[in-house]
């Protein structure tokens, strides 16, 4: 890809460094660690050699990340930090700073390539395509609280766990075999 170079130097002269990593290959994936001396590092699924357009919007998506953290107090960004570390330990509950700063890190990368001259054809698509994993997990957590604390009330009442798209792919509940809300309504019967 055209440029990639000058998005590369803006990463150096920023201070981060950049890491192949055996686990951002297999997942193809990239992100932005930030240690203890506050030392960026974008670990990548693979060198910077022959990329697409994913590649670059990805990799200014982590530089729009630091772009964002490092306009923050001190106080600022171990907070930032701090909740980031909940969310991977699956502490849900702060999704909303998570999904603002993921938009954010898109919007400063989007800035970054139309300033650098990088082609921005499909960064929508690799935006929302990256952004969406981040929508599932909250969902995820409540699946999970329900399973493991209501397990009973669900076998019981197990059409409630399908209300608001939770499940809403599934026809019959998993535990009691009973139709879904979605199916309920799709067929036009009426719930008891």
């Known amino acids: 890809m055209e440029h990639i170079e000058r998005l590369l130097d803006v990463i150096q002269k920023e201070g981060i460094n950049l890491k192949v990593s055996a686990i951002h290959s297999m997942t193809g994936s990239f992100s932005l660690i930030i240690n203890s001396n506050n030392a960026p590092t974008i670990y990548l699924p693979s060198e910077a050699t022959n990329v697409t357009n994913d590649y670059a919007h990805s990799l200014s998506h982590e530089l729009g990340h630091w772009l964002y953290i490092k306009k923050m107090s001190l106080a600022g960004r171990k907070l930032h930090l701090l909740r980031r570390q909940k969310w991977k330990n699956g502490e849900y509950r702060y999704f909303l700073f998570i999904w603002w700063d993921e938009i954010m890190a898109w919007v400063i990368g989007y800035k970054v ?46 059409i409630k766990c399908f209300f608001d798209g939770i499940e809403e792919e599934m026809m019959f509940c998993p535990y009691c075999g009973n139709q879904t809300l979605k199916n309920r309504m799709n067929t036009n019967l009426t719930l008891k």
């Open 113 to 158: 390539c139309k300033h650098l001259g990088l082609s921005t054809d499909g960064f929508e698509e690799t935006a929302w395509k990256a952004f969406r994993t981040y929508l599932k997990r909250p969902i995820q957590l409540n699946i999970q609280v329900i399973n493991d604390m209501e397990l009973k009330k669900l076998e019981r009442e197990c």
